[in-house]
């Protein structure tokens, strides 16, 4: 039987403090997270990768925001779906091109999960994962004065 190994990988990971989040970024990122998968392949493992994606699904929760006018938003489980997919085709690209290279050529797939929750989880009540921009004091204050916002 093979060996497994399951990587989880931040979604902070991709797009770093400081930085706009671009893909060029997000891509140099996963160009240099996906030597290391490499190398737990060549040690003759199964890989199985997770990834977060919160800073992901805050910039597209923003564009919906920026965007109602003109397109209506989508829920925040949309949102999640569609980050969850561009991120995985992210590391799926960069991990596929780095395995070409070195002559170990694999498939590699992405899958969009769902999760069920209960409605009624007490952790409904007081959200922690933060996803986004990080924002100043004064933007914060400003956010959640003209916005409505819950910011942390």
């Not at 952790?123 to 004091?137: E, V």
Request: hydrophobic share 40%; glycine share 8%; net charge negative.
């Amino acid at each position: 039987m093979k060996k497994l190994a399951i990587v989880s990988i931040g979604g902070n990971a991709l797009i770093r403090r400081g930085e706009k989040g671009t893909i060029e970024e997000q891509t140099e990122h996963m160009n240099s997270a996906t030597a290391s998968i490499a190398r737990i392949f060549e040690m003759g493992y199964s890989v199985v990768l997770t990834h977060g994606n919160g800073p992901i699904v805050g910039f597209i929760v923003i564009q919906n925001e920026a965007s109602k006018e003109t397109i209506p938003p989508m829920p925040l489980y949309i949102c999640d779906a569609e980050s969850e997919g561009g991120v995985g085709f992210v590391i799926q690209q960069a991990l596929y091109n780095r395995l070409k290279k070195t002559e170990m050529i694999r498939d590699v797939v992405t899958v969009v999960t769902q999760v069920v929750v209960d409605r009624e989880d007490p952790a409904f009540s007081n959200p922690t994962k933060p996803i986004g921009l990080f924002y100043t004091k004064d933007e914060a204050e400003l956010l959640i004065r003209e916005k409505g916002w819950a910011i942390r």
